[in-house]
């Protein structure tokens, strides 16, 4: 492990709340860095255990100014931010901020560059591979150290990657597939990525160099499909490699069979078009492989099979900001005069004790449901998928506790009190704005509580007053479904403890 506490660097971690940076920060103060983090919303760092071991920098990293102050003091970089945006404009967005992030990095005399960027074959590449190798030649242009390691797919449990291998061979028994499950990719467990991230802080200063890493094991797509099945408990899948399956044709599948939304499923199959293997080891010139040496892919997935039983994932694909989704957060009640909202109030007294019409409402969506019509949850959810949107499948990271920040199916929590008050924003796609707020209070003169559900609606022109309009008549079966079937679950649950205490 570096040894930094003799060193006393500072570090500062761009794209903290991502799948990488979320478990990157752990990992860098426990090896005795000084941490400060770049977002652009602290507010998803609300409940991270080590929001208050970091500094945390508000900006943007388009904005010269944000970053410039970000960058105050810092010895090392962690660039960890990539846009997954399946449109062409992404590429000029990345352009831009690794342009800005690199002068300011030279003004500010930052000491070392840490990238991560992926693994790719020389020659023409996918608009999301071109883009990320873009940066890693931009940073290391900028004059200061950079070291940019290239990965191959990663595997730990949330990632994209895993994520999209399990649901494909949880769900298929038989998957016709494009030719690109006969190409070559080399995985590499997220733990020996973490390993060598937080090891680079250390190198020498004249190493101004990229780095390919990967797990020890080179497969086929499809092997790494089979060797999850495997891992399962489940039947290797037969795989026919079909050519007619278009990398484009072939993300759409993947969009609707599985919770991976359009946006991030378009670059991801565009990149298996490509052999992605190791062609140099040379980091072990200067990083010795981890203890016990790279974790195979077997093990890795066995591995993170485990963080999912055990509830014990730590960050996951879909903590990250949907492109596109709405992210403003809920204008205080006094601000909407003159705005046209729509919303639908229930109210309800129960019989049981708030804490435990709390367990029900923070433990809502994912495979818990959302305790009212199913049927039309589910259909909504298609609906979303179809013209690109996350859907209902994305699930939640852990089944009893929410999050400030989390995902929940199309939802997204933007405020959490626990005990008392969520309030969930929608991402799915809609003409407006759409929030639901699940609340309770104890009632001190029954002994039971008071049940509160809200969901707001701000319409965006004529298509967005329709659609609240279209959809009134279903509130009744949904809404008021929801609000009865929680406080009426909270209740049974009372009552099977109290016969259990018996």
């Given amino acids: 492990m570096a040894e930094a506490a003799q060193t006393g660097k500072r570090v500062l971690v761009t794209g903290a709340t991502g799948y990488i940076g979320g478990r990157l920060v752990p990992r860098l103060l426990e090896a005795g860095y000084r941490v400060r983090v770049f977002v652009r919303s602290p507010l998803k760092l609300t409940d991270v255990p080590w929001i208050d071991d970091v500094e945390i920098a508000t900006g943007d990293l388009s904005d010269p100014r944000s970053v410039a102050k970000g960058l105050e003091g810092i010895d090392v970089l962690y660039y960890l931010v990539h846009s997954m945006g399946a449109k062409g404009e992404f590429e000029q967005i990345e352009r831009s901020a690794a342009t800005t992030v690199a002068t300011a990095a030279k003004a500010a005399g930052v000491s070392r560059i840490v990238y991560l960027g992926g693994l790719h074959p020389d020659g023409e590449l996918s608009p999301h591979l071109r883009s990320r190798a873009e940066v890693g030649r931009i940073l290391l242009d900028s004059g200061v150290p950079t070291a940019a390691l290239q990965a191959g797919v990663v595997i730990g449990s949330g990632s994209t990657s895993f994520e999209m291998v399990r649901h494909l061979t949880d769900v298929l028994p038989y998957m016709p597939a494009p030719k690109w499950v006969r190409n070559f990719i080399q995985p590499i467990a997220i733990r020996d990525v973490l390993y060598y991230l937080v090891e680079c802080a250390e190198l020498p200063d004249d190493v101004n160099r990229s780095f390919d890493i990967g797990g020890p094991n080179v497969l086929r797509y499809g092997q790494m499909m089979n060797g999850y099945a495997l891992e399962a408990g489940l039947k290797q899948r037969p795989i026919a490699s079909l050519p007619v399956l278009t990398p484009w044709l072939a993300s759409q599948w993947v969009n609707l069979v599985t919770p991976i939304p359009r946006a991030l499923a378009v670059p991801i199959i565009a990149s298996l078009q490509y052999d992605c293997v190791v062609h140099e080891h040379d980091i072990e010139n200067f990083i010795p492989d981890p203890e016990g040496g ?32 709405p992210s403003d957060r809920l204008p205080s009640d006094p601000e909407w005069t003159g705005h046209t909202v729509y919303t639908d109030l229930r109210e309800l007294h129960s019989t049981a004790p708030s804490d435990q019409v709390w367990r029900v409402i923070e433990g809502i969506g994912g495979d818990n449901g959302w305790y009212s019509f199913p049927l039309a949850w589910a259909v909504r959810g298609w609906m979303d998928k179809v013209v690109g949107g996350v859907g209902l499948r ?90 009865s079937k929680i406080t009426q679950t909270a209740e049974a649950q009372v009552l099977a403890d109290s016969r259990v205490v018996r």
């Fill in 394 to 483: 994305r699930g939640r990271r852990n089944a009893a506790h929410l999050n400030a920040g989390d995902a929940l199916d199309f939802w997204r929590v933007e405020e959490l009190d626990r005990g008392r008050f969520l309030r969930l924003r929608a991402e799915m796609k809609v003409p407006g704005g759409a929030w639901l707020e699940l609340s309770v209070k104890p009632n001190a003169e029954s002994g039971g509580s008071n049940y509160r559900q809200r969901a707001v609606f701000f319409p965006q022109g004529l298509g967005g007053r329709l659609y609240w309009f279209s959809i009134l008549p279903f509130h009744g079966v949904i809404f008021a479904g929801m609000a």
């Fill in 294 to 325: 790279l974790t195979p892919y077997r093990r890795s997935v066995r591995l993170a099979l485990g963080k999912m039983r055990d509830g014990a994932v730590e960050t996951s694909w879909q903590d990250s900001a949907v492109r596109g989704a």
